[in-house]
């Protein structure tokens, strides 16, 4: 089992910076993909940036240039660096993990979300 904790969300205006963390209950290093999605009011949870199992990153295009995504495998937690944000932006924020399993699955995990709210 994976706990993802999230934590860093708020209330920020247009234009504005935020930094969500998600910590594992286990070493990142025992994870294959971890990476954060976003889901606003009825509308469907859509990746916002990963990092893969190679080691690279990918970022959603309405994020590219704004938010940067890092990890700290000594605190097995996952960053996400939100910059020049947009009302649009506005969503609940979720963590996400891919973990392989002894007989070859791969096991996803989700934190409980964190409510990012952008005004305008």
């Known amino acids: 089992q994976v706990q993802l904790v999230e934590s860093g969300g708020g209330l920020v205006q247009a234009g504005g910076s935020l930094r969500l963390s998600c910590a594992a209950s286990?070493?990142?290093?025992?994870?294959?993909?971890m990476g954060w999605y976003r889901q606003a009011p009825g509308k469907q949870r859509d990746l916002v940036a990963t990092f893969t199992s190679g080691g690279s990153t990918v970022y959603a295009d309405s994020v590219k240039g704004r938010f940067t995504i890092s990890r700290d495998n000594a605190k097995n937690t996952v960053y996400l660096q939100m910059n020049s944000l947009k009302p649009e932006d506005t969503a609940v924020y979720f963590c996400y993990a891919q973990r392989g399993t002894p007989l070859g699955r791969a096991m996803d995990y989700w934190g409980k979300g964190t409510l990012v709210t952008v005004s305008s």
């Open positions: 286990v070493s990142i290093f025992s994870i294959n993909v």
